[in-house]
């Protein structure tokens, strides 16, 4: 009888299971499932963010410091964040030859796409002018305000 000859394996590509674990060397040939192993689209930080008197500004990315203008210019706003959903926010008010700033924290709620920002007063009302400096305690004070997110951002001057 003569010898047969070794039966030969097919691989068929759909036949193998994908993976989800990482590459464990540079040979590693599994393939990987969803993409595994390509960078991943990630959500947007960026934000329309409206205040509740209806003036607003966007935000390319929340998780850095950023600011943004209201009141005709004359009120900066300056967001530091801690995290995704919480940080302090500076308020500088300059004009009519004089200025004044105060600050709160602020946090988040609700889903990534609408959340609510909720400030509270964290510091006292410091005014300059006239060369003069004062200084109002702090109240406390809370306000809320919408954060949209979007998808495409241009920062607003």
């Not at 960026?46 to 009120?75: H, Q, V």
């Not at 964290?122 to 109240?139: E, F, N």
Request: hydrophobic share 30%; charged share 20%.
């Amino acid at each position: 009888m003569a010898a047969q000859s070794p039966a030969l394996q097919v691989k068929n590509p759909q036949d193998e299971k994908c993976t989800h674990e990482p590459r464990t060397d540079p040979n590693d040939q599994r393939p990987r499932c969803a993409g595994m192993g390509s960078p991943q689209a990630s959500d947007s930080h960026a934000y329309r963010i409206t205040l509740e008197n209806g003036e607003s500004f966007t935000a390319c990315d929340i998780t850095r410091p950023f600011s943004g203008k209201i009141g005709r210019g004359m009120i900066t706003l300056k967001y530091t964040p801690n995290d995704r959903k919480s940080g302090k926010v500076d308020w500088v008010f300059a004009g009519g030859g004089g200025m004044a700033n105060t600050a709160y924290t602020y946090t988040l709620d609700g889903p990534e796409d609408k959340m609510t920002a909720t400030y509270t007063a964290a510091a006292a009302v410091t005014g300059r002018g006239s060369g003069l400096t004062v200084q109002a305690k702090a109240v406390h004070q809370t306000f809320t305000d919408q954060w949209t997110r979007i998808d495409h951002c241009e920062a607003t001057p």
